[in-house]
């Protein structure tokens, strides 16, 4: 699982003059050890370091990998998904707060998502040779060339900008692998219900977090809900997303991935902030300080 749903940070744009996704469904994330917003995934070897083979019950493993090889054999699908996170204010005191995304994916190399949240509004295309982030409320966009396949794209999204479009483990080409790299630990926790629909329900340690799956019972091998926990941050903030509306045979016509221009006539586009910038950014903070 990689721990990219928390960012503990509403600030969005740098300036003016670049833009990056905010958490809670378009989200900044810290995928293969990668900073984003404060947060270093310490989950990578260490020179010298022994890596211990994970502990992961057999039923929990074979489940996970149902899920991650059924999510593969789809060639479209689309899901909703409703947030909730936490975000620590300097008092210590954990603020919650809300979002819905819709998420599109069409293999090998189109996706599109778009939030609706507490922090604002968001939209996201990728048609397998560029991405474009939105923001209409703020009136800025911005389009950055990426490599031709999900996988790639993604992978080049968290490396150079720290950010990927919401829940980005399940669009991957496999979904199991990405999930399990880096547990720790897994066990069966029981059947269990999310909005009426029975789930098993799994759980995972790993050195920075605790995460949980709800995968549904039955023929449709979905995840239905996600539950992440920082341990290892102030205050022990969480990540939650409830997904419905599964559509595993989805027709999606290639106008979603593609943006209309005429969308953008009105705003400004703007570059993306790096990892870099915000790096740079922090330290221009703690120096005015």
Known sequence: MSQHYYTGSKKVLRKQ????????????LTLFGYVANDITSADEAQPGK??????????T?????????????SGQFSFHVAIAFDEVIPSRQKIQYTASSDVAVHRPNKVYAERHGDLGDKRFWYDGKSMTLMDAKLG???????????????DHLMEKYGFSPPLVDLV?????????ENAEFGFYAGLHNVAGVRCHHLAFVQKDIDWQ???EDGKQLVPRKIVITYK???????????LSEWD?????????FNIDLADTKNLKKIKFMTITDTILDKSDSEEQK
């Open 17 to 28: 003059s670049y833009l990056k996704f905010i958490n809670a469904g378009i989200l900044a």
């Open 50 to 59: 022994t890596v211990e083979k994970p502990i992961i019950d057999v039923r």
């Open 61 to 73: 493993d074979k489940l996970l990998k149902a899920m991650g090889d059924y999510l593969k054999s």
């Open 140 to 154: 800025v966009y911005a389009t950055e060339v990426v490599p031709a396949d999900i996988d790639s794209a993604m």
């Open 172 to 180: 991957y080409e496999d979904p199991y692998q990405i999930l399990i």
């Open 213 to 215: 799956i709800w995968i």
């Open 232 to 242: 290892n941050a102030p205050e022990s903030p969480q990540f939650s997303a409830v």
């Open 248 to 256: 595993l045979d989805a027709h999606l016509p290639d106008t979603l």
